[in-house]
């Protein structure tokens, strides 16, 4: 095979874009781009809900227009009393009155519980709708979308964002809607009942609400720097947790207390300044309550005095001025819920709007009785969004049963080529045929049924030992099982575990990082596949054990097409094929002998005795037989 056949580029990264960190979510106080086209969006999502929603949108205005009846009867009550202390109380009338306030006030009770009840269904069948939205998006996504966004970030949209948007649905829409009829209802009735009291009340209300205007927009900016502060120091500790060990070895203990300690100080500034300014809220509400109530007795006196007014109407004022100034923080807090809630839906939509991977339901080719074979002819892949192609021609054949070994520098395209093949991307052009059946023209589940990989992160799933074992299989036989693990070295630590091969998963067992990776081998030998997938999969093992996976991988690889990507000359120096990618290019191809045999853009150091030992141009001591490359693989195979 000639080199002008295996050019690749010099980078097999997407290109990278600001992340986020986990859990960052929506940001209190962070507004919509579009606030009503996000809206519109909720809306029309909850379609199937418009009639519940209506429904308990009637029953909040219903409820609230029978309170704001009650201080009218309260005020012909007090009426009815005060008339008859010198004449005699009509208790008959007063009952009657009584009566009717208890119903209304019942009435009024049990339709707010309604609402709320059918509030709270219809949050959480949207928040399930989003997150199973979000489930079945996850799955259709392609591969460069998560090179392009966090794992917290997606996270964030499934947890907090959909959080935000049900807790706005359950309280924010039906308080609005209470609080806009109190408001409209109380005004109403105020003016009703007597306009000189009215304008006393409201304007003492309003001088107030300027006072609890400003402050608002003074600590708004103290909340902000306290959110700052507070994710600077989230993600201080969480590093510094993550890294102890590294801090530890370095003695950065003092550095890193130093910085948290800055950190901690200027977070209790901000969030000192905040709450103490926040906290002028509440006495500031009581405040204007009082100052309405204040307004309304004096007055009220002086109308009273004056036989302009009965005393009654002072007493129904009084709950008036309450039902007037309770609605303006429930509106002001609704609204800065929505504007949150639509923020966090902008994201959910950002998400859920993404482009998606082709349809593939038309695709119905299958392969049976698979032999193995694969060829690449002439790929060219670049990643989405950018210019760059860091693939430009690359043909090459594996045929049934072969070991490929692809080896280079990190950065040189090898798990490239590895996710074209398995379609986690899609190639712009060429072509990736498996017994001359192109890829392209079967499903990505018929594509992956073909191969089990082995990735140099490993991953275990919570359960037990066997769930992660025979993961996605059913019906597997506990000898297969057993077996498997015998092969990766793995069995007697499995049965020297509390439960055995039920003993679940989690921080209470340790597991090293060779015996996690040993663990997702023997996943890969259970599930049996034509083909097989190793991507550094002895890098996290000692000597002893990589010896023991080794004969097991050659046991498992007989008669199966191969393609490993490793730095250890023992993984790779008795496969079929070798492919020696740097900067970009294939430089090398052949045996391990043909390898050794050859000189030029690689140089070969050997020797005949396996004890000999000698320096490499790094100063580093090796045993022979060993394939350095100096200048051109900066040492990858060391």
């Known amino acids: 095979m000639e080199k002008d056949n295996y050019e690749v580029g010099q980078n097999n990264r997407a290109p990278k874009v600001p992340r986020h960190g986990p859990g960052r979510g929506m940001r209190p106080g962070e507004k919509a781009k579009n606030f009503k086209g996000t809206w519109a969006k909720l809306l029309t999502n909850c379609k199937k809900y418009w009639g519940a929603m209506i429904f308990a949108i009637i029953c909040a205005g219903i409820g609230t227009v029978l309170t704001l009846i009650g201080p009218d009867k309260l005020s012909k009550m007090t009426d009815l009393i005060t008339e008859g202390v010198m004449t005699g109380i009509d208790m008959d009338g007063i ?359 082995v990735l140099q992160d490993t991953w275990l799933f919570e359960g037990t030992v066997r769930e992660n074992l025979v993961y996605s299989q059913e019906n597997v036989p506990e000898e297969k099982i057993e077996q498997a693990c015998k092969a990766v070295g793995l069995h007697r630590f499995i049965r020297s575990l509390p439960k055995g091969y039920d003993t679940v998963l989690n921080d209470q067992v340790n597991l090293s990082q060779g015996q996690k990776q040993q663990l997702t081998i023997a996943r890969a030998m259970i599930a049996d596949r034509p083909m097989l997938i190793l991507d550094e999969a002895t890098s996290s093992v000692d000597t002893r054990t990589e010896l023991i996976i080794q004969r097991a991988m050659d046991e498992l690889m007989k008669g199966r097409t191969s393609f490993v990507i490793a730095h250890r000359l023992s993984t790779i120096k008795n496969a079929d094929l070798i492919l020696v990618l740097k900067d970009g290019d294939i430089i090398e191809s052949g045996t391990h002998e043909e390898l050794l045999a050859k000189k030029g853009s690689m140089r070969i150091s050997t020797t005949a005795s396996s004890s000999r030992r000698h320096k490499n141009k790094f100063g580093i001591r090796t045993s022979a037989p060993c394939i350095h490359l100096c200048e051109c693989m900066q040492g990858a195979f060391l």
């Not at 979308?145 to 964002?161: A, E, H, I, M, P």
């Not at 801090?247 to 300044?273: H, I, P, T, W």
């Not at 009654?312 to 609704?334: C, D, E, H, K, N």
């Not at 692809?406 to 950065?411: L, N, R, S």
Request: charged letters at 20%; hydrophobic letters at 45%.
């Open 95 to 453: 009952k009657r009155i009584g009566i009717t306030l208890i119903c209304f006030y019942g009435c009024s009770a049990l339709l707010s519980l309604v609402q709320n009840l059918i509030m709270g269904y219809v949050t959480q069948q949207v928040s399930k709708g989003l997150r199973s939205n979000i489930s079945g998006k996850i799955n259709r996504l392609p591969m460069w979308f998560y090179n392009q966004t966090s794992t917290g970030d997606v996270l964030s949209r499934v947890t907090n964002d959909v959080d935000t948007i049900a807790q706005s649905f359950n309280q924010s829409m039906g308080n609005l809607v209470t609080a806009v009829t109190l408001l409209l209802g109380s005004l109403i009735m105020m003016i009703k009942t007597n306009i000189i009291m009215t304008v006393a009340a409201i304007l003492s209300t309003l001088l107030g609400f300027v006072f609890m205007a400003l402050i608002m927009s003074k600590s708004q900016k103290y909340f902000a720097r306290q959110q700052m502060h507070l994710g600077e120091i989230n993600g201080h500790v969480e590093e510094i947790y993550a890294g102890h060990t590294v801090v530890k070895a370095y003695n950065g203990e003092k550095k890193s207390k130093e910085k948290f300690d800055k950190m901690n100080e200027n977070l209790r500034d901000s969030a000192f300044k905040a709450q103490c300014l926040s906290g002028l809220m509440m006495p500031l509400m009581t405040f204007i309550g009082n100052l309405g109530y204040v307004v309304v007795c004096i007055v009220g006196a002086l109308l009273v005095m004056n036989d302009k007014i009965s005393f009654g109407v002072i007493i129904a004022f009084m709950m008036y001025v309450r039902y007037f100034t309770q609605p303006l923080s429930q509106i002001a807090q609704a609204m800065q819920a929505l504007q949150s809630a639509a923020a966090a839906g902008e994201r959910v939509f950002e998400f859920t709007d993404a482009e998606e991977m082709e349809d593939e339901s038309t695709k119905t080719k299958k392969l049976n009785d698979v032999k193995g074979e694969v060829s690449f002819e002439h790929v060219k892949f670049g990643y989405k969004d950018s210019d760059k192609v860091v693939i430009h021609d690359f043909s090459a054949v594996a045929k049934p049963g072969q070991k490929v070994a692809i080896v280079g520098p990190t950065g040189a395209g090898k798990t490239t080529m590895v996710n074209l093949l398995m379609r986690f991307h899609e190639i712009l052009d060429g072509d990736i045929k498996i017994d001359g059946v192109s890829i392209k023209d079967m499903t990505r589940e018929e594509v992956h049924d073909q191969f089990c990989m």
